[in-house]
């Protein structure tokens, strides 16, 4: 009797052991599989109804695409949201919740449900619009002696300059500040002996805060980063505060590169992505990046493969070569690769949408791909 009862308590313990084992099995492939869905997902892609065109911007987590006559606001899936007739050699400007619009000397505002908040006839022809946070800036009238128009969202009037842009070509504008309460605006004077930027700073609806000659090399683009005003040019970023006194110990030279893109958090230094110019002007040939974030973080990356663009999101690069996406996180000595699910090569990297996804165009054709995740990385 007692042989029988220890033989049914082996029994018992085989079976105890075997469902242990099983149970420890079955843990160990859910860490494992939840560890490599922390570490990459697949690439998926979405085509989008409309042929590839220069006219193509991201718009928070949408796309949107002038055809010509109508502006059209599309989901990452390719569902188009709403459609906004403008007319022929209409322009458009975005941020993540609005947009500015301008065709001829009629300029609109539009809101992410493609309602038009103002509409106006400014009296004169509307060279570029830019919108912020709290106002919009419109550049009307004629190339050498325009005027810079500021509104709120609803129309009304806060601001007018044209005594600062006699004989001068305005190039672009932005705002910036914590509400975008600042205007910068960026002109050219071609009429001196040597061609000459100028950045100009304003507070909106009180007097002009500063003005800067920034020299003969030229500036391309004006970015703001925690409290600083990153002017870039084709030699160095400078950095000026918010009423236009430089502080030449943020200098930084980057001769040679040409910034690809950046990333902007609400809090702490941006993430500026460069490239060589010889690799990026025209031939889109991408082999090395470099990421420059605060006074702390100056790297550079070798690419794999020739790319022919690059992005940050997330605190994370990557590349798009004809074939593959590449991806390194900020403290990455080497990239992951990812094959591309598209019937062909892809030709451009166009934009980044908010959620972390690209557009990708495929010849004629534009898709939207979302863009495979990492583990967060600390960094800068």
Known sequence: MLKKQTRMSRGKATLILIAVLAAAGLLTWGILSLVQ????????????????????????????????????????????????????NAGFDCDGEHIAAWVGSTVYILDQNGNSSYNDNLGEEVQFCRIGKQYLGAVVGESDTPRLLVKDLTGAHMDEEADAYKNLILLD???????????????????????????????????????????????????????TLRVINTRKMRAFNYRGTEDTAQSVLVYGWRLLDDEIPERGNALMLFSPTSQSDSIYDIRELRLISGSSVDKRYSLPASCIGATVWNRTIYALSATQLLRAGLNDSRFTTFDLPLPGEATRLVDTLSDGRIIVACGEDVYVLTLPRGNLISGV
């Open 37 to 88: 869905d922390g570490q990459t997902t697949g690439i998926t892609a979405s085509r989008l109804p409309c042929p590839y065109d220069e006219n193509i911007k991201a718009f928070g987590h949408s796309v949107l695409y002038y055809d010509g006559m109508s502006i059209h606001c599309m989901s990452a899936t390719g569902a188009v949201r709403w459609s906004f007739q403008l007319g022929a």
């Open 173 to 227: 504008l932005g705002f910036y500040g914590p509400n975008g309460e600042y205007l910068w605006t960026l002109a050219l004077d071609v009429y001196g002996t040597a061609a000459n930027s100028i950045l100009n700073t304003f507070e909106v609806g009180k007097m002009n805060t500063g003005e800067v000659s920034l020299g003969e090399n030229i500036t391309y683009r004006v970015l703001y980063d925690n409290g």
